[in-house]
């Protein structure tokens, strides 16, 4: 079992920067590929990007300008994002799986508000 806790969110200026943390406890963290996700309201969750042994990925929307990063003596994984825009508004998620297929992670933190403004 992996419990997984967000913190970082807040109100940041159009243009400004924020970095995400996501703590684990549990086995085998360190083996999970991990990712973030964000859900705006009104709209479906969506994938950010992910981390795992092959590397790092990221969705077009955010891609050169937020980087995922882990820790792995702090079983923390952070999501640097830089050049924020109000479209970035949502709350944010964190989310492990030992053997992610897509977008289905199996443990998933509780989520985290980030609101850009304009």
């Known amino acids: 079992q992996v419990q997984l806790v967000e913190s970082g969110g807040g109100l940041v200026p159009a243009g400004g920067s924020l970095r995400l943390s996501c703590v684990a406890s549990?086995?085998?963290?360190?083996?999970?590929?991990m990712a973030w996700f964000r859900q705006a309201p009104g709209k479906e969750r969506e994938f950010v990007g992910r981390?795992?042994?092959?590397?790092?990925y990221y969705a077009d929307s955010v891609k050169g300008r937020f980087t995922i990063s882990r820790d792995h003596a702090k079983n923390t994984m952070y999501l640097q994002m830089n050049s924020l825009t109000p479209e970035d508004t949502a709350v944010y998620y964190c989310?492990?799986?030992?053997?992610?297929?897509?977008?289905?992670?199996?443990?998933w933190g509780q989520g985290t508000q980030v609101t850009v403004s304009s």
């Open positions: 989310a492990a799986d030992p053997a992610p297929r897509g977008w289905k992670y199996t443990y």
């Open positions: 981390i795992m042994w092959s590397g790092e």
């Open positions: 549990g086995r085998a963290f360190s083996t999970y590929a």
